[in-house]
C-alpha cells in the first residue's frame, strides 16, 4: 500500500520532534504524525480504527473521525513509530515510554525497540517510544528498517 499525502494545514505539534518528510494530521482533539519512511505496513492502525486509518482514502488519517484516546492507544501500538500524537489540550499528557526498554528480536525481523528510548544516530539523539531498528545493514533509512533486507517476513507475524 501507498501512503502519500499532502501535509494537512494547522499548528505543528511540539512534543514530538518533527522528522524529515513526517506529515500531521490535525483533528480538533489530537494530531497525528506519520512518518512514510519508518512505516512498516504492519497494518496495526488501518485494523483497529478503519474510519480513522484508511489507505485507500485521501487524505489516509482523518483524526476527528474517531476518539482521541482510542487514536492514541492504537497510535501506541504502532510498533516501528511511524506513528505518533499529539492531544490539543496539554493535560491530557504525552505518550511516555516504559523502562526499561524492550528489545524483542526474531529471525528474520528487525530490532523491535519499545520504551523510553533516545535513539544516537550520526551526531544526532531522537528521543524515541517505539522503533524497528535495521540489523541487516541494507536500508536506506538508517538507523530504522525499511523492510529492503532480509526482514519481509516479519509482516506475517503479530505485532
Ligand atoms: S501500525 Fe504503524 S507501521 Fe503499521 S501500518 Fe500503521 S503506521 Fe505503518
Ligand atoms: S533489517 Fe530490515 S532493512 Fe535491514
Request: hydrophobic share 35%; charged share 25%.
Amino acid at each position: 500500500m501507498t501512503m502519500t499525502d499532502s501535509t494537512t494545514k494547522g499548528t505543528a505539534p511540539q512534543a514530538v520532534k518533527p522528522a524529515a518528510g513526517a506529515k500531521d494530521y490535525y483533528g480538533n482533539d489530537i494530531t497525528v504524525r506519520f512518518d512514510l519512511a519508518r512505516c512498516l505496513h504492519v497494518g496495526v492502525c488501518v485494523r483497529s480504527i478503519p474510519a480513522v486509518f484508511d489507505t485507500k482514502r485521501r487524505p489516509w488519517v482523518l483524526p476527528d473521525a474517531g476518539e482521541a484516546d482510542q487514536i492514541a492507544q492504537v497510535v501506541r501500538r504502532c510498533p516501528s513509530g511511524a506513528l505518533h500524537y499529539e492531544f490539543t489540550d496539554p493535560a491530557r499528557g504525552v505518550e511516555q515510554g516504559h523502562s526499561p526498554v524492550t528489545v524483542r528480536t526474531a529471525e528474520g525481523e528487525p530490532l523491535w525497540l519499545e520504551g523510553d528510548i533516545l535513539i544516537a544516530n550520526d551526531g544526532e539523539e531522537l528521543p524515541e517510544t517505539r522503533a524497528a531498528l535495521c540489523r541487516c545493514g541494507s536500508t536506506a533509512n538508517r538507523p530504522f528498517c525499511d523492510a529492503s533486507g532480509p526482514c519481509t517476513q516479519w509482516r506475517h507475524h503479530a505485532h
